[in-house]
T-cell receptor, first 109, second 116 residues
Framework: GESVGLHLPTLSVQEGDNSIINCAYS??????FIWYKQESGKGPQFIID?????DKRQGQRVTVLLNKTVKHLSLQIAATQPGDSAVYFC????????FGKGTTLSVSS | DTEVTQTPKHLVMGMTNKKSLKCEQH?????MYWYKQKAKKPPELMFV???????INESVPSRFSPECPNSSLLNLHLHALQPEDSALYLC???????????????FGEGSWLTVV
């Protein structure tokens, strides 16, 4: 079967630090991955995506890395800000997205 | 801001009531989704519509009945729900379900449902 999961349920960082959120997947057929941010009381917000033919993709303050050899992807947030505090989900799949369990990022000033 | 609009934002209903959740998108997307999310859990797929036709039903109980009147609208009709159905119901849309194109799914803010 297919599953997507995150290594740690919570991550606490200081403002200005870089954050790294990890995710592992089990299905080699997954060809597309998305990171979502979900703030309290809101729907998931698209952050960045990556296709399986890529190793790295950069956005504004965010970078996603994909390691297909070990079936692992990560989200790096540079200069983390209090507004980045939220639950982060990785999601992957082919024809249907499957969500991982989520990591709660807490940023303290 | 999301371009997927859901109404109502909050709904409280009794177990004998009939209510509906509504979703609208004007991005020209041809795939629309209903997800259910319980507290501190990831979203779980319920239904997928592709070109206004139901393409995936993830074994959802019949007390949940989806409807796609046109390519911009998606409804979820609720009847005889149970308290354990209380959750955040998320609507989402994407350009298509073709896996080559990718499946960037954009979510609405959700409808908070409480069944009493």
């Amino acid at each position: 079967g297919e599953s997507v999961g995150l290594h740690l349920p919570t991550l606490s960082v200081q403002e200005g630090d870089n954050s790294i959120i990890n995710c592992a997947y089990s299905n080699s057929a997954s060809d597309y991955f998305i990171w979502y941010k979900q703030e309290s009381g809101k729907g998931p917000q698209f952050i960045i995506d990556i296709r399986s033919n890529m190793d790295k993709r950069q956005g504004q303050r965010v970078t996603v890395l994909l390691n297909k050899t070990v079936k692992h992807l990560s989200l790096q947030i540079a200069a983390t800000q209090p507004g980045d505090s939220a639950v982060y989900f990785c999601a992957g799949g082919g024809t249907a997205l499957i969500f991982g369990k989520g990591t709660t990022l807490s940023v303290s000033s | 801001d999301t371009e997927v609009t859901q109404t109502p934002k909050h709904l409280v209903m009794g177990m004998t009531n009939k209510k509906s959740l509504k979703c609208e998108q004007h991005m020209g997307h041809r795939a629309m989704y209903w997800y259910k999310q319980k507290a501190k859990k990831p979203p779980e797929l319920m239904f997928v519509y592709s070109y206004e036709k139901l393409s995936i039903n993830e074994s959802v109980p019949s007390r949940f009945s989806p409807e796609c009147p046109n390519s911009s609208l998606l409804n979820l009709h609720l009847h005889a729900l149970q308290p354990e159905d209380s959750a955040l119901y998320l609507c989402a849309s994407s350009q298509a379900r073709d896996r080559v194109s990718g499946n960037t799914i954009y979510f609405g803010e959700g409808s908070w449902l409480t069944v009493v």
